[in-house]
């Protein structure tokens, strides 16, 4: 059983920037794929971006592709959302995922742990 702890959420201007992370715990990190995705106010869950286990397959929804960087680092069981360049659009409750499926898969019926989510709300 993988456990998963985001931080980093939090009132931001727009243009302005955030780093979310995601602490893994229980399982073994390092042979999860690892995504992010995020739920507007009143809309469904979406997609935000994927990385996976060996770090050479990314995925990016559209909507943040040139302004938001997803990384990890194995040693510390963590992946990383880096968001530059916010939009009042990109306030929402942003989860961390983990797949045990090896591409960086952006369905969320690939990931098999979540964690329960931190806001982002970016004012205009």
């Known amino acids: 059983q993988v456990q998963l702890v985001e931080s980093g959420g939090g009132l931001v201007q727009t243009g302005g920037s955030l780093r979310l992370s995601c602490e893994a715990s229980g399982g073994t990190f390092s042979s999860y794929t690892m995504g992010w995705f995020r739920q507007p106010p009143g809309t469904e869950r979406e997609f935000v971006a994927a990385l996976s286990r060996s770090g050479g397959n990314i995925n990016y929804a559209d909507s943040v592709k040139g302004r938001f960087t997803i990384t990890r680092d194995n040693a510390k069981n963590t992946v990383f959302l880096q968001m530059n360049s916010l939009k009042p659009e990109d306030t929402a409750v942003y989860c961390c995922?983990?797949?045990?499926?090896?591409?960086?898969?952006?369905?969320?019926?690939?990931?098999?742990?979540w964690g329960q989510g931190t806001e982002v709300t970016v004012s205009s």
């Open positions: 995922a983990a797949s045990p499926l090896s591409s960086a898969v952006v369905s969320r019926r690939n990931y098999s742990y």
